[in-house]
């Protein structure tokens, strides 16, 4: 059965007059935890187009990008967005009930950080209104203020990312311990590591970019690191 098959049984199963956040609190464990995820980044990127108001052809692209949406699929995911948007509760409410779901895996929660900027950043802009709806979900999830600053700097190209900041480390440490937080943040990208966190194989993708970056950010250290030796 496809994930998508199992979201439509998700969705069905909400009792008459349940939002959607109620199906955050019956996924809790795998695999129905990766259902949980590809539910989750589609209600909150639903909550986050009504923040700047409009979505474009761009998002939607990249959401498909991200979880590679098969044509039968399409109504599907069209549906979970459009409950989503229409639910009265709000994006706050929603992300408590995902924290709740996956707290006990910050690394699954920056996953779906990583996927909702991804989805944001896909028309070129970075709208205020996003940056403050995403900079409020990373607070619920429980992400500190330098996380949240590191994932912008490697997706939101107001200026060159900023290379400690995407590894999460600072100038002053020492290069054997960067190089320790690169390596884990390498083994941490990895497909298995990132389905074990409950993150469907639909979009491992998201890992793609994150590799890329962390990779990069460590060039540029190591480079400065040989030259200043």
């Given amino acids: ?26 996924l809790r ?15 909150l990127s639903a909550k986050m187009a009504k923040a700047d108001g409009l979505v474009t052809r761009d998002e939607v692209t990249a959401f498909r990008e991200v979880f590679q949406i098969a044509a039968e699929d399409e109504a599907g995911a069209a549906r979970v967005f459009n409950l989503a948007r229409q639910d009265v509760a709000g ?13 006990d895996s910050a690394g699954t929660l920056c996953d779906l950080m990583e996927g909702l900027f991804h989805i ?16 409020n979900v990373a607070a619920i999830f429980g992400l500190d203020d330098h996380q949240f600053r590191a994932l912008r700097a490697r997706f939101v190209p107001d200026a060159a990312p900023d290379p400690y900041s995407v590894l999460g480390v600072t100038p002053d440490m020492p290069i054997d311990q960067i190089r320790a937080c690169w390596r884990q943040l390498v083994r941490d990208s990895h497909p298995d590591v ?17 590799l890329i970056d962390i ?4 060039e540029e250290i190591s480079t400065a690191a040989r030259e200043t030796a």
């Fill in 120 to 135: 944001a950043m896909a028309d070129g802009t970075y709208h205020p209104a996003e940056d403050d709806f995403l900079s």
């Fill in 194 to 210: 990132m389905i074990a966190r409950g993150v469907p194989q639909e979009a491992v993708k998201i890992a793609e970019k994150r």
């Fill in 91 to 103: 994006y706050e409410e929603y992300a408590r009930r995902i924290r709740q779901m996956f707290g």
């Fill in 1 to 26: 059965m496809s994930i998508w098959s199992r979201i439509s049984q998700a969705i069905q199963a909400l009792a008459s007059g349940e939002g959607l956040a109620a199906v955050f609190d019956r």
């Fill in 29 to 43: 464990a795998p695999p129905e935890r990766g259902v949980a995820f590809t539910i989750a980044v589609i209600a």
């Fill in 215 to 218: 990779n990069r950010a460590w």
